[in-house]
């Protein structure tokens, strides 16, 4: 089923970067410190660099081969000390990267490692760029994937990885590849929907009730990002383009059938000439900022409920003043506990102190 195909928006969803260098020695103090008390209390722990600070939370465990690795609400920070990898890797999250722009988010990614990580010089580079464009206007069928050719070196490989996804009678997707490159097609209003996320339709200006939205994704890691010859990760967000129209155009395309047996003679199906010259163009915007921000607050407040009256039972409290009492009483010695151990959990909150 095809139509009129129209470009929503489009852009980066996913960037990872690793950076090599010398880390800084009261660094690794200050993490060694807060894994003790993240262990010792068997849960994450809040965690402040010195000059950029920032919301962090230290999760007791670290990930792969990483020591330490630190959550915030804009990106994942992993730090280890092994010299067979990357000092520092950082998974910035789809949502940050919408909300301030990838450049304004990759800076301040740079300005917590220039200030507060490394010692010195360090090298920062792309590890994984996933691409993307949303689309109403084409609505692929399961027959579609015997339609899709690729050109990867490894042609039986690819062949392997096409994978189709339903959700009962209904495709929900379809996957080419493996590892270096993959790509993706698949319904992100049916996605979104799934996960629950509720910014995505802002970049859209559409609900996608009406006409389903349909998202095409190319993943890129390190293996292929160093054939367009990188000196930086600025080199790499120059180059989405050049990224583009290397997956749309040599390495995956839609045909359309004929009586030839070589599918790589199939002439090339009109719709996917208009995804050919799609212009990958990042997009953000501050109502995704505003959306998290309100997501954030209620679940919050969820959480709050659900504790507030696992206390009251405990307590025995049937009233919800007398319950709010006895948990201002709990914090406050929890507040002073805090206080004569570490630095106030609450200074990088605004400042916010008990009254």
């Known amino acids: ?35 003790r008390r993240a262990k010792t209390e068997d849960e994450e722990v809040a965690f402040d660099f010195p000059v950029t600070t920032g919301a962090f939370l230290l999760r007791p465990h670290g990930w792969r081969g990483y020591t330490y690795w630190l959550s915030s609400p804009d990106f994942e920070l992993m730090l280890g000390r092994s010299e067979k990898f990357p000092a520092v890797v950082c998974q910035l999250h789809a949502a940050y990267l919408h909300s301030v722009g990838v450049a304004w988010a990759l800076r301040f990614v740079e300005l917590l490692l220039h200030h507060d990580v490394f010692l010195g010089a360090y090298k920062l580079l792309a590890s994984r760029l996933d691409l993307y464009a949303d689309i109403q206007g084409w609505v692929p069928v399961l027959e579609d994937l015997h339609r899709f050719v690729g050109y990867g070196r490894n042609r039986r490989g690819f062949e392997e990885h096409n994978e189709a996804f339903t959700t009962g009678d209904r495709l929900t997707g379809l996957m080419f590849g493996r590892d270096a490159l993959v790509a993706r097609v698949y319904d992100e209003t049916h996605e979104i929907r799934q996960r629950g996320v509720s910014w995505v339709p802002d970049l859209w200006g559409v609900d996608g009730r009406g006409k389903p939205v349909w998202r095409l994704e190319f993943q890129f890691r390190r293996k292929v990002l160093v054939e367009f010859h990188p000196r930086s990760v600025e080199d790499t967000l120059a180059s989405l383009q050049d990224l583009w129209r290397y997956a749309a155009g040599d390495w995956l395309t839609l045909r359309m059938p004929t009586t030839n047996q070589q599918r790589t003679r199939w002439p090339l199906d009109p719709l996917w000439q208009e995804i050919q010259t799609i212009e990958v163009a990042p997009s953000c915007t501050g109502v995704v900022r505003r959306r998290l921000e309100q997501a954030t ?37 929890r507040f002073e506990v805090y206080a004569r151990r570490y630095r106030t959990p609450t200074t990088k909150k605004h400042g916010v102190l008990p009254v």
């Open 1 to 35: 089923m095809t139509e009129r195909l129209r470009v929503l928006v489009s852009g980066v969803d996913t960037l990872h970067v690793s950076a090599r260098g010398v880390v800084r020695s009261e660094v690794w103090d200050l993490l060694d410190e807060a894994k």
């Open 297 to 333: 607050l209620e679940r919050i407040v969820q959480g709050l409920w659900g504790y507030v009256t696992s206390m009251a039972a405990v307590r025995d409290r049937s009233k919800l003043e007398d319950a709010l009492l006895e948990l201002r009483t709990q914090l406050e010695r």
